[in-house]
């Protein structure tokens, strides 16, 4: 079975593992029939997909469990729901069909919403204009292996202000300019922070508060620029099996 969930206000601070101790025992509470791997030492068969860094909330996580028994996708999604403490929610169910690919397979890219408070919409968009102008917008980060050096412009397939950007409509009002953003899947992964450095390397963009960002799909990335969801592919698969 293959599932979409959403981390969603304080629980976007819930760190991977902090989730899948979470959705371990939501499987216990919600008395799925969980299948085992074999050994000494067996675990629950469940699967991540590209999860989100801690602190970014989402609308598009992924994993795959595996069963010992057919249980209806509605059903189960329900009752996992329920299970989780609100802020981390399961959207979506699907039997995964054999044969047909795993998820990590179907994701090549991402979209990010990402919420720049105190900053105008006409200095974000200069910003942007001079990091989609750069041939390479190299950006510094630490990782396991030490710090690395690497380009944040070449996996971004789309970035911009999005009209939904607010100015300021009173006294006290603060702007707050919103960017549309799609990432492809590479390595080393460029994440909406490395972005967001960038913006600061080539535009000295630096927003006074820790900018807000959601991660809003991911999947396979169309020539037209759309994401497709991963779990289409089992629906209509199954749609069709069912004729």
């Known amino acids: 079975m293959r599932l979409r969930y959403a981390k969603r206000g304080p629980l976007r601070f819930t760190s991977h593992r902090d989730f899948a101790r979470a959705f371990e025992r939501s499987l216990q509470r919600a008395r799925v029939p969980i299948a085992f791997s074999q050994g000494f030492t067996p675990h629950p068969k469940i699967s991540y997909a590209s999860a989100a860094p801690t602190g970014v909330g989402s609308e598009a996580e992924y994993l795959e469990i595996g069963l010992q028994t057919v ?4 059903q189960l999604r329900v009752a996992l729901d329920a299970a989780l403490s609100p802020g981390l929610d399961v959207l979506d169910a699907v039997v995964a069909i054999e044969g047909n690919g795993s998820l990590a397979d179907r994701i090549d890219a991402s979209r990010w919403r990402i919420e720049l408070p105190q900053i105008e919409s006409d ?25 690395r050096t690497f380009d944040a412009r070449n996996p971004v397939a789309y970035l911009a202000v999005t009209k939904e950007s607010a100015a300021p409509s009173g006294a006290n009002a603060a702007p707050c300019a919103i960017i549309d953003l799609v990432v492809r899947q590479v390595t080393p992964a460029v994440r909406p922070d490395d972005v967001l450095s960038g913006l600061r390397v080539v535009a000295g963009l630096e927003p006074p508060v ?12 169309t020539p037209q620029g759309e994401i497709v969801d991963p779990l289409d592919a089992d629906r209509v698969d199954a749609t069709i099996g069912g004729r």
């Open 123 to 147: 200095v974000a968009e200069k910003a942007v204009e001079a990091f989609l102008a750069a041939t390479e917008v190299p950006v510094e980060r630490m990782t396991k292996q030490g710090k």
């Open 71 to 74: 249980v209806d996708p509605d």
């Open 210 to 221: 820790p900018a807000r960002v959601t991660r809003l799909a991911q999947g396979s990335l």
